[in-house]
């Protein structure tokens, strides 16, 4: 069995700010440091062995990573998979702005089970689901009888889930996932087991959860 331990990056600065954040250089905010350093503590006090660190190269989830890799003492392994949906010309945008701006665009996006859905300017739903699907079956492959953290994004870890769970696959879009929680997905073989969503307890203080903010993205 390999299990998954999957983690949203910290708060970045579009989330505070209730905007878009695709594939943004947007970084952590204050409060999002201190959510990764929190999710570090809280992994060093549970005492687990963790084979392997993987991260999306995109800034916010490469600073959130680093500082749990830096705290565990685990190199840091980029995987360009695991990226965020590419939001295109919507990036940065809120959620009024986007509605104004694109409405078609926007009108179909509400319909989560179009996966011919393309952003405008950006990527497809469907490229995406398959990126991240190679994504997570390549770490799984090669850590077998392995625990592995991945840090990433609400949209990739919505798309793992939605693979590995595919019997829930349209429900993709209601997992609740806050900054810094903590996931765990048991794979073995052909199977897998949501053991735990969106464990928000190493942030009961200082380091409060930041749920999805308006956009529920990035």
């Known amino acids: 069995m390999t299990q ?4 949203r990056h910290g708060q970045s600065v579009l989330n505070e700010q209730g905007k878009w954040g695709g594939w943004s250089p947007a970084g952590l905010t204050p409060l999002g440091r201190a959510q990764a350093e929190a999710v570090a503590r809280r992994l060093v006090d549970a005492g ?3 084979a392997a660190l993987y991260s999306s190269p995109l800034r916010r989830a490469w600073d959130t990573a680093q500082i749990i890799g830096r705290v565990l ?4 392994i980029p995987h360009e998979g695991l990226r965020e949906i590419n939001f295109g010309q919507v990036d940065g945008l809120s ?4 509605q104004a701006q694109f409405p078609e665009h926007f009108a179909r996006w509400l ?3 179009d996966m011919s859905f393309v952003w405008p300017g950006g990527e497809r739903r469907a490229d995406f689901f398959r ?5 997570a079956e390549e770490i799984v ?3 077998p009888q392995e625990t592995v953290v991945v840090v990433a994004h609400g949209g990739t870890i919505r798309a793992i889930l939605a693979h590995f769970l595919a019997g829930e696959f349209g429900n993709w ?11 765990r997905l048991a794979v073995d073989g052909g199977e897998a087991r949501l053991l735990v969503l969106n464990d928000t307890a190493h942030l009961e203080g200082g380091g409060r959860a930041h749920g999805e903010a308006t956009t529920g993205a990035g």
Request: glycine letters at 6%.
């Open 4 to 7: 998954l331990i999957l983690m």
């Open 95 to 98: 959620m009024e702005e986007f």
């Open 131 to 135: 990126r991240v699907r190679q994504a």
């Open 73 to 76: 003492n685990l190199r840091l």
């Open 48 to 50: 687990e062995a963790i």
């Open 141 to 143: 492959a090669s850590h």
């Open 111 to 113: 319909d989560r089970s």
């Open 173 to 183: 879009w209601g997992y609740t996932l806050g900054n810094c929680t903590l996931t």
